[in-house]
């Protein structure tokens, strides 16, 4: 493929990024696709520092290509014990069915937003890459990462994001259509009535700015690689597609799930964590309705159903279990992600 600015940029050969998918993956899906020439990630958000820190100690030692790391940049709002109550009540039958005393769950939140603490971690390794979602960093925080000559990527669901993006210095944005599996990583509105296909999102983004844009969502082989390339996109970020690769942690159940005409039918919906994501339609959104009024904020959404998917999937059940996906699993192969690097790019 072409050399084009996002290679020259970020020091990678193909304009290929493997989406950081947590839940899923650790660094062994990173190191293979930064094996066939593409920019491996590693989601973050999830992590506790020791194993962040484990981690990145493991790509050190395997890879001296450039790594992306993704962070959350969400605010995190008080607990509400009458919100979180009345999310209990609604979903109570479940706990009763499951068994599961549900006064003795933990109010903490379970993901942290990027923090000087996690700066602190991180700082030693001198990552090349940064990615952040819903958002940046406040602007200090954001300067102290910059001075380790870290290139920022962040996610834009609007063309507002991306002007806004732009406005505060990271160096290529991260264009996310609707089709995208995963977190939304809209920050300016929650009105979803403003999210787009990426198709139609894309160029008006590459019309708009003048840094590197990356495409994202529903691509899953080297046609639709080719076609963001020439709706103006510097690179192409995919994530779904690799869900079933070798090295990647996707658990039988979700498997199960991508590998069934199930897959064809996909929901955004914020039962699972308090924000809209998409995923592969199951029970819980069946019953409890896709975007309910009484769920609540992310991240203590996650609370409630965390538990509930524990307890179902001891029992073989994936239907509390947020089967995270894109509208297009054409392109998932039991195969290396280092091959599936390679297909994606037109080499193999």
């Known amino acids: 493929m072409a050399q084009g600015r ?14 950081p998918m947590a839940g899923v993956q650790d660094a062994a899906l990173a190191l293979a696709v930064n094996q066939a020439g593409g920019l491996g990630s590693l989601p973050c958000a999830m992590l506790d520092l020791e194993t962040l820190v484990s981690e990145l100690t493991h790509l050190k030692a395997h890879t001296c290509r450039p790594v992306n790391l993704n962070f959350f940049c969400h605010q995190v709002p008080a607990y509400d014990p009458h919100q979180q109550t009345q999310w209990r009540q609604r979903l109570q039958p479940y706990f009763d069915e499951l068994g599961i005393t549900s006064n003795t769950l933990p109010t903490g939140a379970s993901r942290i ?23 940046l960093p406040e602007p200090s925080l954001l300067q102290r990462v910059k001075t380790w000559g870290t290139k920022i990527l962040a996610s834009a669901t609007t063309v507002a994001e991306a002007l806004w993006l732009e406005s505060q210095g990271v160096d290529a944005i991260i264009a996310q259509g609707l089709e995208a599996g995963g977190h939304r990583g809209m920050f300016l509105s929650t009105d979803l009535n403003t999210q787009m296909g990426l198709f139609a999102l894309l160029p008006q983004i590459v019309a708009q700015v003048q840094v590197p844009v990356i495409a994202a969502g529903g691509i899953s082989d080297a046609q639709g690689v080719q076609a963001a390339l020439t709706l103006g996109a510097d690179a192409v970020q995919v994530g779904s597609a690799y869900l079933l690769c070798t090295e990647a942690k996707t658990s039988a159940l979700h498997k199960a799930a991508i590998q069934s005409p199930r897959a064809h039918k996909t929901a955004i919906t914020c039962i699972f964590s308090g924000k809209p994501a998409r995923g592969i339609v199951n029970r819980a959104m069946q019953e409890i309705g896709t975007m309910p009024n009484q769920v609540p ?27 995270w996906c894109g509208q297009n699993t054409s392109g998932c192969a039991p195969i290396s992600a280092t091959e599936l690097t390679l297909r994606l790019a037109g080499l193999a």
């Open 297 to 323: 904020a992310f991240p203590y959404a996650s609370i409630e159903m965390g538990a509930l998917r524990s307890q179902a999937e001891t029992l073989g059940l994936d239907d509390f279990t947020p089967l």
């Open 113 to 135: 937003p990027f923090d000087h603490q996690v700066a602190n971690a991180i700082e030693p390794f001198q990552p090349a890459i940064i990615s952040f979602h819903f958002g």
């Open 6 to 19: 996002f290679q020259q940029d970020f020091a990678v050969d193909l304009p290929l990024i493997q989406a």
